[in-house]
């Protein structure tokens, strides 16, 4: 069975430039969401989808903003990118929402913003 | 705004000692308690905790929950070199705009020396 697959797995972008990031999930699992990690603040949660629509959003500015496709894969994208953008982007599916299943996490997409 | 806060933030220990690892969290409304282990990749699931005073055991790992006290232990025993992680204690809101709402500690770093 196939994880969950993100891409790209390594970025670099310049200050003001914007980034779109992918998450494939576990197949038939439809809840989908997304961290980000640096060593300052750890794992903090952006957002959940399920069934293509937003359940939750954690506390990060309009920048940062996502959406899911009807066959669950999940993008997310960021706006006027700032330095302290920099950071792990993670993605975790679960087969059901809400925090109920199990996390499998990806591997991440590692953003540098110059 | 829920929290968690793990204890201690690092740890050394060698091969065969046995470790406890501290998670202490607030969160408005209590679904689960989850742990997972983190090495140089993505998150790994390790335990999903919902009722108070139920061990949870898997090898020689075992996690309990005390939702009166509003903390979890981890508990590693004949530690070995494969254990070195980032250990990471999460909660999960299960109330209103927060639903679903994953929040993360700061981890533990475990060094196993041989």
């Known amino acids: 069975k196939a994880g969950v697959t993100q891409t790209p797995r390594y970025l670099i972008k310049t200050r003001g430039q914007q980034v779109t990031l992918s998450c494939s999930p576990i197949?038939?699992?439809?809840?989908v969401s997304w961290y980000q990690q640096t060593p300052g603040q750890g794992l903090q949660f952006l957002f959940e989808?399920?069934?293509?629509?937003?359940?939750n959003k954690g506390n990060f500015p309009g920048r940062f903003s996502g959406r899911q496709f009807s066959n669950s894969r999940s993008e997310m994208n960021v706006s006027t990118l700032e330095l302290g953008d920099s950071a792990l982007y993670l993605c975790?599916?679960?087969?059901?929402?809400?925090?109920?299943?199990?996390?499998?996490f990806g591997e991440g997409s590692r953003l540098t913003v110059l | 705004e829920d929290k968690v806060v793990q204890s201690p933030l690092s740890l050394v220990v060698h091969e065969g000692d046995t470790v406890t690892l501290n998670c202490s969290y607030e969160?408005?409304?209590?679904?689960?308690l989850l742990w997972y282990k983190q090495e140089k990749k993505a998150p790994t699931f390790l335990f999903m905790l919902?009722?108070?005073?139920i061990e949870k055991k898997s090898g020689r790992l075992s996690s309990i929950l005390d939702k009166k006290e509003l903390f979890s232990i981890l508990n590693i025993t004949a530690t070995q070199t494969g254990d070195s992680a980032v250990y990471l204690c999460?909660?999960?809101?299960?109330?209103?705009?927060?639903?679903?709402?994953?929040?993360f500690g700061q981890g533990t770093i475990l060094t196993v020396h041989p």
């Open positions: 197949s038939g699992h439809r809840s």
């Open positions: 989808y399920f069934s293509e629509t937003q359940r």
């Open positions: 969160v408005t409304n209590f679904r689960s």
């Open positions: 919902t009722s108070s005073g």
């Open positions: 975790a599916s679960s087969l059901l929402a809400g925090g109920t299943g199990e996390l499998f």
């Open positions: 999460a909660v999960v809101n299960a109330g209103g705009t927060s639903y679903g709402k994953l929040t």
